[in-house]
């Protein structure tokens, strides 16, 4: 007795159509012979399940099965349902359309039309400055824009496209190759799914024309090297008519003469007297956007030693908040000296208690001396 289509699924017999879809994609997937090679009872299984989704996916034969059972289909009522027969071809593309789709094309009944116009991107430098601040920049792009005189059609006035008489306005056409139904963009429409009988004279039939393009970019304050910025719509146009793609803004900011830049925080280097550093003293330090900032330092200030100025570093992109400066400030030691500021150094010098005036050169040089006498030893 021939096993009952229903159970060859493993669906019930109120199944409905995306449930008997479904079932068979699975059970078609798993015993397809391309995946069991050589293995006859997956063969034999494969060509049960096809013969079930050929009845059960057709409204007509699936009535006919619930009332009369597999007689309806005897004496090869059934188009020859048990073998590979047409109905299995256009069955199992359906499978490889909805798991394939996206690599193939389109699925199928989709028309594909005129493609979409392509990205652009357009890279941008700007200052550090800028990017603390924020600017509006015009930029020229080059690129396609829709064609004036066909209004992006691609047709004369008064004429329009025509469907595609190949491919019968899909944009693709199918071929049989054993098993496998396989899907090539139409040769005539380009995949347009329409052909331009009588062209524009401006664009030649392609609904665009090359022109550059003026456009104004908000900058926000805040932006950082690869920051990106898109414009919709401000791509490249579409091919007759299709919807334009967009525009790209990548950033990249120039290194700056005295900042150096990490996430929000700002870092600043600046040289001091010796003088100051050993005496203490106040120092003015530039900060960005125009402001200056005044820096007190303590007598006996190091080489290295950092002072942080609090909410004067980048302002945070599209948030609240800013970052801070850090003024790292580097111990100058005196060149060109003349006669008399040798000799005041070199009183400073005998005058001096050295454990107290350079306490960590002291330190270091009794350290260095105890390692010598270590090995000596």
Same mark, same amino acid.
């Given at each position: ?215 104004? @970019?908000?900058? =926000? &304050? $805040?932006?950082? #090297? /690869?920051?990106?910025? %898109? *414009?919709?719509?401000? +791509?490249?146009?579409?091919? !007759? ?53 005044? @820096?007190?330092? =303590? &007598? $006996?200030?190091? #080489? /290295?030693?950092?002072? %942080? *100025?609090?909410?004067? +570093?980048?302002?945070?992109? !599209? ?59």
């Amino acid at each position: 007795m021939a096993k009952d289509y229903y159970e060859r699924l493993g669906v019930s017999r109120d199944a409905n159509l995306d449930d008997v879809k479904k079932a068979f994609r699975k059970l078609a997937m798993q015993y397809h012979p391309d995946r069991n090679p050589g293995d006859k009872q997956a063969e034999q299984r494969f060509k049960e399940i096809n013969e079930a989704y050929a009845v059960l996916s057709d409204k007509e034969k699936r009535a006919q099965y619930d009332q009369v059972g597999h007689a309806a289909f005897e004496a090869g009522a059934a188009g020859g349902m048990g073998g590979f027969s047409g109905d299995f071809r256009s069955s199992f593309a359906d499978v490889f359309d909805d798991l394939f789709g996206e690599f193939m094309g389109q699925r199928r009944g989709q028309r594909r039309g005129p493609q979409r116009g392509a990205d652009l991107r357009y890279n941008l430098e700007i200052s550090l400055e800028e990017a603390f601040a924020g600017k509006k920049v015009r930029i020229r792009v080059p690129t396609s824009i829709a064609c004036e005189t066909c209004r992006g059609s691609g047709a004369k006035a008064g004429a329009k496209p025509e469907s595609c008489g190949t491919c019968g306005g899909a944009g693709k056409v199918r071929a049989q190759q054993g098993f496998f139904t396989i899907e090539r963009t139409c040769p005539t429409c380009q995949g347009a799914g329409e052909i331009i009988v009588n062209p524009c004279e401006t664009c030649r039939g392609q609904g665009r024309v090359q022109k550059e393009k003026h456009l104004s @970019v908000d900058i =926000p &304050a $805040g932006v950082e #090297s /690869g920051t990106r910025i %898109r *414009l919709a719509d401000e +791509g490249e146009a579409g091919a !007759r008519g299709a919807p334009p793609g967009d525009l790209y803004i990548f950033l990249t900011v120039t290194p700056h003469p005295l900042f150096k830049r990490e996430a929000l925080n700002l870092y600043c280097r600046v040289p001091i007297p010796m003088t100051t550093a050993a005496l203490g003293g106040t120092i003015e330090v530039p900060a960005l956007g125009g402001s200056r900032a005044r @820096v007190t330092v =303590p &007598a $006996g200030t190091q #080489s /290295g030693h950092q002072f %942080r *100025l609090r909410g004067k +570093g980048m302002p945070a992109l !599209r948030q609240s908040g800013q970052g801070d400066l850090y003024i790292e400030v580097k111990v100058e030691t005196p060149v060109n000296l003349t006669k008399r500021q040798r000799e005041l150094l070199e009183e400073f010098q005998n005058a001096g208690n050295r454990s107290t005036t350079s306490p960590e050169a002291e330190g270091f040089f009794s350290k260095m001396k105890e390692f010598w006498q270590d090995l000596k030893e």
